[in-house]
C-alpha cells in the first residue's frame, strides 16, 4: 500500500476544491440556476424560503456573513461541501479497509456523474444532503459500536439537519435501521431507547420548520408538481412510476457498471466478504430504493428524477469498489485508481464550457435587462419578478433595483414594475391597469430567455 496516502489524499482533495473555486471565480458574470436561487435566498435568515428546506441557505448567509454577498461565498460553501463529501467517506471507510481501497473507493463517486459532472456544475441542496447522509452513515455507525447516549444524540442532530438539507433525505436513516435490523453483525447493536432518543432530537431540530411549513403550505409545495401526481390512474401509474425508478437507478450507476464490471472482468481473483459498515451501505441503498418505488407506488406520482436517487443510492459505487477490490491484482488496482481520479480531473475543462456555452447560464447577458429597469427608475421594494434564476441575477449583478421574488397570491401594487418569461401565465394579480415596458432578451450559450416588463397602473 502506498505510504502516507491519507496526507496526500486530502492535499489533492483541498487543491481540487481550491482549484475549482479560482476557475469560478473567473468564470461569468452570471449565476447559475441554484446559484442564483441561493444567493437570492441566502441573504436573509429565515425558517422557510419556499419549496426547498433552508439548511443550505442558512449555510451560505453564515458564509456571507463571513465573507461577503459576492461569488467567492458562493463557490467555496460548494467545493466545501464537495471536499467533505470525499474526504468523510474515506475516513468513514478507512476505519475497516484500509487506507488505499478507502481511498479508490471515496474517489469513485467520479462515477456518479450526477456527483461529479451535476454537482459541480449546478446541485447545491442535493449535494448537501449526500454529504449530510455520509456524516450520518458515519455516525450510525459509531452510536451502535459505543452504545454510549452522547453518540446517539449527536446523532439524532445530524439527521434532523440532514432532514432539512434535502425532504429526500429522511429514507436514508429508515433505509440505515432497516438494513441493521436484517444483518446479524447490526442487529444486536440496536438499542431502542437511544435510537428513540436520537428520533426525538432530530423531531427537534425539525419541528421549527415544519412548523413554518403547515403555516405556508402553498409556498411548501410549490414545486410537488413535478411529481407529476395523478398523471395516470390505476395500475397505469404504477407501472410508470416503477418504470421511471428503474431507469433513473440504471442512469445513476450505468457509469460505474461500465467501469468496475471492465476490472472485475479483467481480473478474476478470489472473492472476499465485505467489511461489516459496507455491508450496511449497501444494503441501506438498496433498501431506500425499495422504500422509495413503495412511496411511488401508494402516493401515485409517476415521475423521479435521476439527481433524486443520489442522496439515498450513493453507497452502491463504494460498496462496489470494495467488493471487487480483493478480486484485483496489484496493477488492476492502480488502474482503477488512476481511473476514478481522472474523471476528476476530465470536467475541469469541461465545465467552462458548459457555464458559458451549453447551457451557458454563467455567460448570461444581462446588461440589456439591468440597463431598462435603471431607466424605469424602480424604488426599492417595487420591482417584482417571477423567476427565481432572473430575480437571483438581479439582486446579484444590480442590487440596488432591489428585486423582489413573486410568492402565490401576490399583488402587484400600483407603479410596481413586473418582470415575468413572455407567454407565462403568471403567478402575480395584476393591477386593474398597466403598461407594457417592453420585452428583453437575456442570452445564454445559444439561447435565449424573452422577458416581459410591465409597469403596473392605477
Do not use: C
Not at 417595487?382 to 430575480?391: N, P
Request: glycine share 12%; proline share 6%; hydrophobic share 55%.
Amino acid at each position: 500500500m502506498p505510504k502516507g496516502i491519507e496526507a496526500r489524499l486530502t492535499l489533492a482533495v483541498l487543491a481540487y476544491a481550491a482549484l475549482q473555486v479560482v476557475l469560478r471565480l473567473l468564470i461569468g458574470p452570471a449565476l447559475e440556476l441554484d446559484e442564483a436561487e441561493a444567493f437570492y435566498q441566502s441573504r436573509h435568515l429565515a425558517l422557510g424560503y419556499g419549496p426547498q428546506p433552508p439548511l443550505y441557505f442558512w449555510l451560505q448567509w453564515g458564509l456571507f456573513r463571513v465573507l461577503g454577498e459576492g461569488l467567492l461565498a458562493l463557490a467555496l460553501l460548494k467545493e466545501a461541501i464537495l471536499a467533505g463529501t470525499v474526504l468523510g467517506l474515506f475516513a468513514m471507510l478507512r476505519r475497516e479497509a484500509g487506507a488505499w481501497p478507502a481511498a479508490v473507493a471515496a474517489l469513485s463517486l467520479s462515477l456518479l456523474p450526477q456527483v461529479v459532472w451535476e454537482g459541480q456544475r449546478a446541485l447545491t441542496h442535493t449535494m448537501l444532503a449526500l454529504f449530510m447522509a455520509v456524516v450520518a452513515t458515519g455516525l450510525f455507525g459509531r452510536a451502535l459500536a459505543s452504545g454510549r447516549w452522547r453518540d446517539h444524540l449527536v446523532l439524532g442532530l445530524t439527521l434532523g439537519l440532514g432532514a432539512l438539507s434535502k425532504f429526500n433525505f429522511v429514507l436514508w436513516p429508515l433505509a440505515l435501521l432497516a438494513a441493521a435490523s436484517l444483518l446479524p453483525e447490526w442487529r444486536g447493536r440496536l438499542r431502542p431507547l437511544r435510537l428513540g432518543g436520537a428520533a426525538a432530537v432530530a423531531a427537534v431540530v425539525v419541528a421549527p420548520v415544519a412548523f413554518w411549513i403547515a403555516r405556508n403550505p402553498e409556498l411548501a409545495t410549490a414545486s410537488v408538481a413535478k411529481l407529476d401526481f395523478a398523471r395516470m390512474d390505476g395500475v397505469r401509474a404504477r407501472v410508470e412510476a416503477t418504470r421511471d425508478l428503474l431507469m433513473a437507478s440504471l442512469t445513476l450507476v450505468a457509469l460505474a457498471v461500465l467501469v468496475l464490471g471492465g476490472f472485475a472482468l479483467a481480473r478474476r481473483g478470489p472473492g472476499a466478504r465485505l467489511a461489516p459498515l459496507a455491508r450496511l451501505i449497501g444494503a441501506a441503498a438498496g433498501l431506500s430504493l425499495a422504500l422509495l418505488w413503495l412511496g411511488l407506488l401508494a402516493s401515485g406520482a409517476t415521475e423521479i428524477a435521476v439527481r433524486w436517487l443520489l442522496p439515498v443510492a450513493w453507497g452502491l459505487v463504494p460498496v462496489a469498489v470494495l467488493g471487487i477490490w480483493p478480486r484485483l491484482g496489484d496493477g488492476a488496482r492502480r488502474g482503477l485508481g488512476w481511473t476514478v481520479a481522472a474523471i476528476w480531473l476530465v470536467v475541469v475543462p469541461l465545465l467552462p464550457y458548459a457555464s458559458l456555452v451549453d447551457p451557458g447560464y454563467r455567460g448570461a447577458d444581462f446588461g440589456p435587462l439591468v440597463e431598462r429597469l435603471q431607466e424605469l427608475t424602480a424604488d426599492e421594494g417595487r420591482l417584482l419578478v417571477e423567476d427565481q434564476w432572473v430575480a437571483g441575477n438581479l439582486a446579484f449583478l444590480a442590487p440596488d433595483l432591489a428585486p423582489r421574488l413573486i410568492r402565490p397570491g401576490d399583488r402587484a401594487e400600483p407603479g410596481a414594475v413586473v418582470i415575468r418569461e413572455q407567454g407565462a401565465d403568471g403567478g402575480v394579480d395584476p393591477a386593474p391597469v398597466g403598461r407594457d415596458a417592453g420585452i428583453v432578451a437575456i442570452g445564454h450559450g445559444g439561447r435565449e430567455v424573452r422577458v416581459e416588463i410591465t409597469v403596473e397602473g392605477p
